[in-house]
Structure formats: structure tokens, C-alpha cells
């Protein structure tokens, strides 16, 4: 059944207060269109009878610097929007290259980055970019405020662990580290409009002496919930970003990552393409950190 | 229901308006406001016909809930159009010939406007990503590239040469199509639009089993809910069944469901979410009961049977009767020469198993039709069908009627390709009709589609291949199993045309050929595109493939060495009158030749394919008016633009101008009998009656001038509305004078055609990622020979579209089961279709010149060979690229990499 009340809040609070009044069967409306598809499909179960949007709240921006140099995205800025925006092209390119990935224009035109991460899908493109940025979820409920680390913020397929009322407002990315590159890549089957097979992202760190000082590498579609594959990313540290260190954190990956077999592909073909892809993906990011170095030295 | 009053401006009106919260701003659009050029393809923001642009950006209106537009500017396809003056982007739709059923027209359109509005210069690429989340089924979105780029240029102020719409109605020329002008600004009426007084809406109760006894069906409940009206069960219905070929299948399920989806009752109601939720409150007891899934498995003995206590069926819509050997429904096997003999003398044989999937024609336009009841006690029915005639067939036959209480009106169709042939929506939409006295509205979900719809059987092909050591191809023997589902519908005939075509087009002296389709607990399978050729031509060319590497020969020198050649005979009893196969052949090898794949993983691949266009009895009625225009009915379907191409020809033959004729199909009533719109036949047939009907008018109407002005028949000629004397044509009537005092019309009706034939050759360069299996399509180029393109830029809009469907079918499209036989893809998410930005521009070569016997300037069908081969081709290149074989279609990057 499609949801029947449509609620717009003006503050935080009452949104956090509404959301509480019926837990089980409200949700958060943000650009709407995951959670308009899989409740035309039937596929959120009990489908929510009330929609809380955070269409009236005032924002303070869509993307904006604190001055710690972090990166702000508000709960209702737009994968259009982020993939438009200079900056975040410039310093966080897989977040960049996922958010011009997802969907189709009129997708990105609503869906936003937030949402992609509270869907909390194994396959949320976004998600598996911003876990690779070390990425902080800004969570408000009715009378505060906490950070939630993203890597401690999925807790299984399609949940979170955000209580009823508790509310994403905004991620946070702490600015790159001057030597560093990240890179993204999504495989499945069609080049648009595609619910990947494997989405790779892995963000590389150097030293002054060039050698790997901090890897993230996220998984998506591989596990029940977007991954950070940490063991491989241990492996890397200190190593000099060669392809053989790659193929062996790609090998690790593969063999840690826990998917399953569904319409779009086997677990076999998953870990396959995490051993194949993942070394290519790091070879990227690990380029572009030191392209990175070339142009701040 | 709690309303609220939504206030936003569409198409530069503020408007104010009540919606419910359940609402999406589709809803408001069209269920509202009436403004139906915003389509419903899938609702859940896959397709992209339902796109409007939302604050100026393009948005799936699907998605987003009434309330949250408040005090938003929305445009919807509505809103471009300055009156009767296109927008320079609908004009360049129509220009380019950048649309075919014009479903997915109006989102296209806008799509393209959110792109030109942000980037007035974009290149292809930028094109085909801005165009990514529209798809469309028809074009194979060539044409909409070029059309959103001459747009782009006239925006930008550059002036273009001349259009590419001429004046002169010739045959030969690009003429414009019919009806496009509707499309492009959403005026277009689909059935699903249709709004009538009173109107109800249907829903169907589906079995969650594939295969159960019915023990009981309770209703009450559904009934007490408010706004319901009526239920309808088998035990409702006349016990008939009907079927395109036998009548194996009843409307509603009698005692027992074969397939998961299988329509048990159908559900009446004010709304369409008040059907919905009867549907979910009728209450069915089943008896669950051991399912047969594999085809393979259901012809062996033993296995659990379809239909039960059933020795046959007699005979639908075609009269073919069925004797049923356990689950196998129809079977056959052809010999021709000694085909042992031939196998024992070869110097190479291979033999090899190929199988595909089930894959489905997948229009945007999901079935609908509208009933409403007569007073009389018939019933009128405007639906999206290929075939009208079949619908009233089938609908009289179910609920005991007369055809002549049975009006059918076919609407334009949103693709079809195939799919809109069976009858199965009509009859439901047309009981609750009379059950009620109310029309009643149906249109099916991208679910139903794919659980309930007739898409193209799977099927499992051995062919075994005797060729001598210098590629000189012996003997074959083919074995043909095709899934046919639960009910016969189209796929005896299938196997049976399939068959025919088994030695390719080549020469192969001694054949084998044997197939059976066999009944299995799954949807019926029907007629799509060239039904069971693209599976049968995959099968064979990558054989041709494999026995070129087996002789250690090239596969096209293998082909050439083969090829059917001037004066041999195709299977279908043409011989061919020039090298034309050849001349497609070289064409296409030639352009591989200039662009050799070098690069790693990279190949091209080739695949020839043929179709049979069959001869149909044909009618047309055309009337002179009384200001002299004239007026052409026909009782074939549009699908293809086949009625421009039926009225150029009998434009160019009275010599008048398109704007002075007017064509039209179809009402049953009214309209001149006809068969199914489908195989190719269109054009050829009734493109060969039009004529034929346009010279015997123009013969009366010289007659009558021959007299007026004292002279003989033969020394008249017809022109510019006028008969004149060819000798001084100062001395004329007009064909208003001629038809003053007497009316001329003709109804004409010419015998059946002998059969025609024609042949396609795809190639396509694909390059394969090593690491994962994906595919890129990087060129794909068509040579089809036609005989004479009518309207060569509709020509191409066959080519084009056909070679992206088997893109499609070659490395997306698949319908998998789960293993307890439901339907495992959940909407356009899972049935992958090619989108502007997977496919590349799709090179055309029309081969003109082996012509048919039609008085249509010889010209045959394009819609099915343009397809036949694509599959084919593209399965050829990515095994070249990867430098193995894969047997079984598509061809997913898990089979690629696991290959």
C-alpha cells in the first residue's frame, strides 16, 4: 500500500518527534526515490503509513567547508549536486565518480547522498564511497546531537543503527590528507541505471618517503551491509603502492568479504571480481595520490 | 480519504489542486489533470516515460509524492508546444524520425530539454548519458541522438540545411509519419489514457503457485469493501478456452493454476487501489502440486503433466489442433536428402547444444484496455493490440458473443513487437464490463508484464554440422525444444517456422530437422520478434563460428563459401534474382575490413540471418471525399509507421500530397478485415492492395474525366487533385467535380501474396573486460535487404531498433525463475533493457534491389530480419574477444568470465 500521511516538519525536533509517534511504520522523505520505488514494489514491509519529510526544515547549506577543512553534505543535498560540484570532484573523486553513477539524471536530480547511506542497501553506491573518506554521519534526535562513524553505523542489510527518531542531518568528511587519491568503480551490467554486481572503492594515503601510510578500501554488494575490508587495508601499511601488494590485499579482500548469489551475479563471480578489480582500483587511487604530491610539492 | 489542496504551477498556470496523500505527481498529472502525455511505464523511476521537468530539472514524477511538489514549476510535455508550433526539440524528434510508438516520446523529449537547457552543445556521449534513464524499446535511440543534436544546433540559432521531411509524398522518400506530431507533444491517446464516464478499474487475483488444485474461492470479503463492484471467477464465465493457435487456455483459471501469476479471478472496483486491495482480499485455497520448470525435463516420460486427462486441444484463432504426447504439444521432424550418408562422408563434423533464455518484448507500455458495455448487450473495446480482428475473435468466442456485438477500436500501441498479439486483458476488462454495466479500465504493472504477459520462449538447440575439409558445408541435423509454458499460444509455431530456417542462408544439401514445444509450469511463451529466430540464428552462427575454427578457415571465408548465391532458392520457395545476400555480406565485411579490432579483448563479430515475409488475402477501402481529397482505411495496426508507408504508396500513386489523404486503422466495425499486424507482412501486403486500390480510383476517376472532357481513359492522368489529359493539361477536372453528382470509393480486396524473403547481416565490435566479464558495445552496423525502402528513414528506425533488441537480448535480457517458479526480476531493475548510454550508434546499409512481387514497388518486411541476426553477431564478437565459446544466451559477464 502506498503511505498515507505526508508530514513536513519545520525543525529537526518535530521531525524527530513525529518520527517517533508511529516508529514502525514512518520513514524519512528525503529526495524519495528509493523509498517510493520499493514501496510501489512491495518491498518494504510493514510499508510505512507515514512519511516524514525534511522538505520545511532550513538548512544551512548543501555543501559547505567547516573550517577544519571537513566537508559538509546536508541530509537533502542531491547526488546531481555533488557530482556538480567542483571540490568534491577535486578532493574526494570516488565520492565524485559514485554519486555520478547511481541511477539516471532524474534519479540523481532528487536522490540524496544521505539517503543512499541510511538505505543502508549492500549494494548503495554512495555508502560504499563515503565509507572510504572515514565519513561521519551528524545524527539529531529531539534534543541532541551525536556523530555516528560510518564504519559503525550499518548493522545489516538495509539497517541502521539509528534508533526511531534518530535522524541523519548531515555527513562529514575530514579533508584528505595532501598525498592521497581515492578511486571508485562499479561493475554489473549495463553502463547506467545499473544495480551493481561489485562496487569497489578504496581511498590511498603516502608518506613522505612514498610508501602506503593509510589505505581505506569499501566493498559494496558483497556482504550484507556496504564493508570496509580492513584486514587488506592492515596489509598495505607501509608498502609501497606495487601492483603484487595490490593483488595481495585484493586476494584478502576477496576471501574476508562475505556475499551472496542472487539475480544480478553468484558470490563465486563477486570474489572474482573483488580479486580482479580491487588491485586496479588501488593501483588508481595510489596514482592519483601521487599526481596529488606532484602538485602540492 | 484525507485530501489536501496542493498548490503548484504546471505548464506556467498556477494551479490549485485536491490530491490525497497517497498520491505521486504522476497520479496528479494524468489521474487529476488529465495530462496524459506523462506516461506510466514502470513506476518505480526505471523507464523514465513518466519524466517531467520538476523546478527545471528532469525528475521521474513517479517518485515523488503530491505533497511534497507544493510551490513547485513543473512542465510537463503539455507545456512545450507554443500552440500548434513545436518546440525546435519535438520538431527534431519529428524530423529525424526520432520516434516510433511515441510512448516514450514525451520523457524523452524533456529529458533532452534538461539536458539542451544546461549544455547547448553536448556531444554524443554527453547525449546518450542525459538520455540514460528514458528508455525506449523501439527506436534504438540512433535517431533520438540525432534529433536531440539538430535540436541542440537549431537552439543554438545555426541554420540548418533543409529538413529532412520533404513535401512530395513519394514513395522513397522520408516522409513524415503519421500521428507524429501527436506523440511528440503527448497528445496521443493509449488505451491506458482513455478516461470514460464512470469508469471502473480492474485487478487481477494471481496463484502464488505454479502449480495447484483450486479447492475454493471466497469472495465475501473482497465484496464488503467499499467502492468494489464486481468479482469475477471462472464459475462465472462461459467454460471456453481460446488460444492464437489451439484453445488450450481459459481466461480465468479453471480448478488448477499452471504458472505462478496465473490469473485466477479479476476484480472490479471504483479506483484502481481499491481493486488492488480486493484482489489482496480475495481468498484462495490451493492444493499445491509437484511443478515441471525445465523444458528438458518436461518432454521426458514420467514428469509431472500440464494438462492432465487432456489427449489435445482443438484448434484458436489459426484452427491448428493440438495431440498432446505427455507435456510435448506440438512436434515435428523434416527430412530432406540423405542426411547419414552425408554426415558419414564428411571430413569435419561438430556438434554442439546452445541454449537462451526467456526473454520479453518489454514495451513501455504495459498492456491496458478500457470495456465498456453496449446497449445492445455487446461490448466495445479499445485496447493496445497488434490484432484486432483476433481480439473481437477471442472475446466473442470467451463470453458467448456474436463478433457482431463485439466493437474492437485499436488504440495506438506503446510497443508491442510481438506481445500485444495473444488476448487475455480483453476478455476480463470486457466480462466486468458487462457484469457491471460500467466500463472498465485495465493496464497491466511492470510485474504482471513479467509474470502474465507472453514473452519469448527459452529454448535448448543441438545442431550438428557435416562440412567437408574446404568449408564446403555437407549436411545438418537440428534439434529444437522450445518452452512454451503453460498453453500452446504461439510457440507450436514457433518450432514449426523455426524449423524451416535451419540451414541459415546457405547452401546445405541434406537436412535433419526436428523440434517439439513442450508445456512447463511457467507463463505461457508467445510471439516476439521474429519468433524463434534470433534463439535459432544465435544457435547457427555461432556453429558457422566454430566450424570455421574447427576446418582452421576464417568464419567469414566460410560464410562467403556458402552463402545462398543469385538463382538459388530461399526457404521460403523465392529464388533470388541478383547476389543480394552477398552484396549485404560484403557490405558489412567490408567495414570491419577498414576498422580491424587490434586493440586486446576487442573483437568483431558477424551473423547472417534471413526471415520469411508471408503472402496474406488483403483488403483497403479508399473513398474520394467531396472537396476531392481522399480517404484510406485499412484494418492493419500502426506499428512500424507501416500505415505512412501504405499511405505514401497511395499518395504517390493518385499523385497528391500527404495533407490531401487521410488513413486511418482501425475499428472493426469499420474497418476492412485484416490479419494480426506482426512477421513482417504489414507493408509488403497491404502496401501492394493500397496500390492496387489507388490505380483502379484513379482508372474510375480518369473514366469519368475521359468522358466529361471527350477523351479515352488511357490519355488521362492524375495530378494535383485533378484528372488532366496528358497531352494539354490546361484541360482538367478536379476530382471534387468528378465525385459531385456520383460517389467513387472502392472496397478491394487482392489474393494472397506468395511468400517473400529477405536477409540481414549484423556485425557488432564489442570489447570485454578481462577482469569482470562486462561488454562494451563499440560499433554495430545492419545491411538489410528490403527490396525497396518505402521510407527509408522508417527503414532504418527497424534496423536501428532491431539490432539494439538483440544488443539486449545478447548480453542483459533475461527472465530468470526462482525454483519454485516465480519470477525472480522485480520490474525494469532486474529485466535489464539497453539504454541510450550501453549501445552505440547503429551504422544502416539498406540493400535495395532483390524486389518482391508486391505491387508496393516490391518491397518486403524489415521489423524481423532487422532483428533476426543481432544476437547472433554480438554473441560472435564477444566469444571472439574472449576466444571462447559460450553456449548460452545472454551472454551475462558471470557466463563471460566463467567461460
Known amino acids: 500500500m502506498a503511505p498515507v500521511e505526508l508530514l513536513t516538519p519545520t525543525s529537526w525536533s518535530e521531525a524527530a518527534l513525529l518520527l517517533q509517534e508511529s516508529p514502525e511504520t514512518s520513514a524519512v522523505l528525503a529526495g524519495g526515490t528509493d523509498l517510493m520505488s520499493r514501496t510501489f514494489m512491495g518491498k518494504v514491509s510493514p510499508a510505512p503509513r507515514r512519511l516524514v519529510s525534511l522538505r520545511a526544515i532550513p538548512s544551512m547549506g548543501t555543501i559547505w567547508r567547516a573550517d577544519d577543512g571537513s566537508l559538509h553534505l546536508h541530509a537533502r543535498t542531491t547526488l546531481a549536486q555533488i557530482a556538480a560540484d567542483p571540490a568534491v570532484r577535486e578532493t574526494y573523486p570516488a565520492l565524485h565518480e559514485a554519486c555520478t553513477r547511481i541511477g539516471s539524471p532524474q534519479i540523481r536530480a532528487r536522490a540524496t547522498l544521505v539517503g543512499n547511506v541510511c538505505s543502508a542497501s549492500p549494494a548503495a553506491d554512495g555508502a560504499v564511497a563515503a565509507l572510504c573518506f572515514g565519513g561521519t554521519a551528524e545524527v539529531v534526535d529531539d534534543h541532541s546531537a551525536f556523530d555516528v562513524p560510518l564504519v559503525s553505523f550499518f548493522t545489516g542489510p538495509r539497517t541502521t543503527c539509528l534508533k526511531p527518531g534518530q535522524i541523519v542531518r548531515a555527513l562529514r568528511f575530514p579533508p584528505p590528507s595532501p598525498r592521497s587519491g581515492s578511486a571508485f568503480r562499479r561493475v554489473g551490467t549495463r553502463r547506467a541505471m545499473d544495480c551493481a554486481a561489485v562496487i569497489l572503492a578504496a581511498s590511498v594515503a603516502l608518506d613522505a618517503a612514498g610508501r602506503i601510510e593509510s589505505a581505506e578500501i569499501a566493498l559494496g554488494s558483497v556482504a550484507p551491509t556496504p564493508i570496509r575490508v580492513t584486514e587488506a587495508e592492515t596489509r598495505l601499511l607501509g608498502q609501497a603502492p606495487l601492483p603484487a601488494g595490490f593483488a595481495e590485499a585484493a586476494r584478502i579482500a576477496s576471501a574476508t568479504c562475505d556475499p551472496i548469489s542472487d539475480i544480478r551475479a553468484s558470490a563465486e563471480y563477486r570474489r572474482q571480481v573483488v580479486r580482479g578489480v580491487l588491485p586496479l582500483v588501488l593501483q588508481q587511487a595510489a596514482e592519483r595520490a601521487m599526481a596529488a604530491e606532484r602538485q602540492g610539492s | ?899
Open chain 2, 1 to 899: 480519504m484525507a485530501t489536501l489542496v496542493l498548490h503548484l504551477r504546471i505548464n506556467g498556470v498556477f494551479r490549485q489542486v485536491p490530491v490525497t496523500p497517497t498520491d505521486t505527481l504522476l497520479c496528479v498529472l494524468r489521474d487529476r489533470l488529465g495530462l496524459t502525455g506523462t506516461k506510466r511505464g514502470c513506476g518505480e523511476g526505471e523507464c523514465g516515460a513518466c519524466t517531467v521537468l520538476f523546478n527545471g530539472e528532469a525528475v521521474c514524477s513517479c517518485l515523488i509524492p503530491a505533497a511534497e511538489a507544493e510551490g513547485a514549476d513543473v512542465i510537463t510535455i503539455e507545456g512545450l508546444a507554443d500552440g500548434i508550433r513545436l518546440h525546435p526539440i519535438q520538431q527534431a524528434f519529428v524530423d529525424e524520425e526520432a520516434l516510433q510508438c511515441g510512448y516514450c516520446t514525451p520523457g524523452m523529449v524533456l529529458a533532452a530539454k534538461a539536458l539542451l537547457d544546461r549544455v547547448p552543445n553536448p556531444t554524443e556521449d554527453e547525449i546518450r548519458t542525459a538520455l540514460c534513464g528514458n528508455l525506449c524499446r523501439c527506436t534504438g535511440y540512433t535517431q533520438i541522438v540525432r534529433a536531440v543534436q539538430r535540436a541542440a544546433a537549431v537552439l543554438r540559432g545555426e541554420t540548418l540545411g533543409a529538413g529532412p521531411g520533404p513535401v512530395r509524398a513519394a514513395v522513397g522518400e522520408p516522409v513524415e509519419r503519421i500521428g507524429a506530431r501527436e506523440k511528440v507533444t503527448g497528445r496521443t491517446v493509449f488505451a491506458g489514457d482513455m478516461q470514460l464516464p464512470g469508469m471502473l478499474h480492474a485487478a487481477v487475483v494471481r496463484s502464488p503457485h505454479a502449480h495447484a488444485e483450486i479447492e475454493s474461492i471466497r469472495t465475501e470479503e473482497a465484496l464488503a469493501l467499499n467502492g468494489v463492484r464486481a468479482i469475477l471467477t471462472a464459475a462465472d464465465l462461459p467454460d471456453v478456452r481460446f488460444g492464437l493457435l489451439a484453445a488450450d487456455e481459459p481466461i480465468l483459471a479453471v480448478d488448477r493454476v499452471r504458472y505462478v501469476g496465473d490469473r485466477v479471478a479479476v476484480v472490479a472496483a471504483v479506483d484502481a487501489e481499491t481493486a488492488l486491495e480486493a484482489a489482496r482480499r480475495v481468498k484462495v485455497r490451493y492444493r499445491p502440486l509437484p511443478a515441471v520448470l525445465s523444458v528438458e525435463e518436461a518432454a521426458r516420460d514420467g514428469s509431472p503433466l500440464v494438462h492432465p486427462g487432456v489427449d489435445g486441444f482443438p484448434g484458436g484463432a489459426f484452427g491448428m489442433e493440438l495431440v498432446l504426447d505427455g507435456n510435448r504439444c506440438y512436434e515435428e521432424e523434416t527430412v530432406d536428402g540423405d542426411v547419414d550418408a552425408a554426415f558419414e562422408h564428411a571430413d569435419v563434423v561438430l556438434d554442439e547444444t546452445y541454449r537462451t533464455a526467456p526473454q520479453h518484448q518489454a514495451s513501455i507500455e504495459p498492456h491496458a484496455a478500457v470495456a465498456a458495455p453496449r446497449g445492445d448487450g455487446g461490448v466495445a473495446i479499445w485496447t493496445s493490440t497488434q490484432a484486432p480482428f483476433i481480439v473481437r475473435q477471442g472475446v466473442a468466442a470467451y463470453l458467448g458473443l456474436p463478433m457482431s456485438q463485439v466493437r474492437v477500436v485499436a488504440m495506438e500501441t506503446g510497443g508491442a513487437f510481438g506481445g500485444k498479439v495473444s488476448v487475455f486483458i480483453e476478455p476480463m476488462v470486457a466480462a466486468l464490463a458487462l457484469k457491471t454495466g460500467q466500463p472498465v479500465r485495465m493496464v497491466y504493472s511492470r510485474q504482471e508484464e513479467l509474470e502474465d504477459a507472453r514473452p519469448r520462449s527459452a529454448t535448448v538447440i543441438r545442431v550438428r554440422t557435416a562440412a567437408q575439409a574446404d568449408g564446403t558445408l555437407l549436411a545438418r541435423e537440428v534439434d529444437f525444444l522450445a518452452d512454451s509454458g503453460a498453453y500452446a499460444d504461439w510457440t507450436p509455431a514457433v518450432v514449426n517456422s523455426s524449423l524451416r530456417a535451419c540451414r541459415g542462408p546457405y547452401r546445405v544439401p541434406n537436412l535433419r530437422a526436428k523440434g517439439a514445444a513442450v508445456y512447463t509450469h511457467k507463463f505461457n511463451t508467445g510471439p516476439f520478434r521474429a519468433p524463434g529466430y534470433p534463439q535459432l540464428t544465435f544457435a547457427l552462427e555461432s556453429h558457422m563460428d566454430e566450424l570455421a575454427a574447427k576446418l582452421g578457415m576464417d568464419p567469414m571465408e566460410l560464410r562467403r563459401k556458402n552463402l545462398l548465391r543469385n538463382g538459388e532458392k530461399t526457404f521460403s520457395g523465392t529464388e533470388l534474382k541478383t547476389d543480394v545476400l552477398m552484396r549485404c555480406f560484403d557490405t558489412v565485411t567490408k567495414a570491419i575490413a577498414d576498422d580491424p579490432a587490434d586493440e586486446p579483448h576487442t573483437a568483431w563479430g558477424l551473423a547472417c540471418g534471413e526471415w520469411e515475409i508471408g503472402g496474406f488475402p488483403a483488403s483497403a477501402l479508399l473513398k474520394v471525399n467531396e472537396d476531392g481529397t481522399v480517404s484510406l482505411s485499412v484494418g492493419s495496426t500502426d506499428l512500424t509507421g507501416s500505415l505512412t508507408s501504405i499511405a505514401q504508396v497511395v499518395a504517390d500513386e493518385l499523385g497528391i500530397e500527404m495533407t490531401e489523404l487521410s488513413a486511418s486503422c482501425i475499428d472493426t466495425d469499420t474497418s476492412p478485415l485484416a490479419p494480426l499486424s506482426g512477421g513482417s507482412m504489414v507493408t509488403y501486403n497491404m502496401t501492394h492492395v493500397a496500390r492496387e486500390g489507388a490505380k483502379q480510383l484513379a482508372d474510375e476517376l480518369k473514366k469519368r474525366a475521359a468522358t466529361a472532357l471527350e477523351a479515352k481513359p488511357s490519355q488521362m492522368e492524375v495530378s494535383g487533385l485533378k484528372v488532366r489529359l496528358k497531352k494539354d493539361p490546361s484541360k482538367s477536372v478536379s476530382f471534387a467535380g468528378l465525385v459531385a453528382n456520383e460517389p467513387a470509393g472502392i472496397t478491394i480486396t487482392t489474393p494472397a501474396l506468395p511468400a517473400t524473403h529477405s536477409f540481414a547481416v549484423h556485425a557488432v565490435k564489442v570489447s570485454v573486460s578481462p577482469e569482470t566479464g562486462e561488454v562494451r558495445v563499440l560499433r554495430a552496423i545492419s545491411a538489410l535487404d528490403c527490396g525497396k525502402a518505402i521510407n527509408p528513414n522508417m527503414v532504418k528506425g527497424q534496423m536501428c531498433g532491431g539490432l539494439v533488441q538483440g544488443l539486449g537480448e545478447c548480453l542483459w535480457e533475461e527472465i530468470r525463475f526462482d525454483g519454485e517458479g516465480r519470477v525472480a526480476n522485480i520490474g525494469f531493475g532486474d529485466y535489464r533493457l539497453p539504454t541510450a548510454a550501453d549501445v552505440p550508434e547503429i551504422e544502416c546499409h539498406i540493400v535495395e534491389g532483390e524486389t518482391s512481387t508486391s505491387r508496393g514497388h516490391g518491397c518486403k518486411g524489415v521489423g524481423e530480419p532487422a532483428h533476426v541476426p543481432a544476437l547472433a553477431a554480438a554473441a560472435n564478437a564477444v566469444c571472439a574477444a574472449i576466444g571462447r565459446r559460450i553456449y548460452e544466451s545472454p551472454l551475462s559477464p558471470e557466463r563471460i568470465l566463467g567461460a
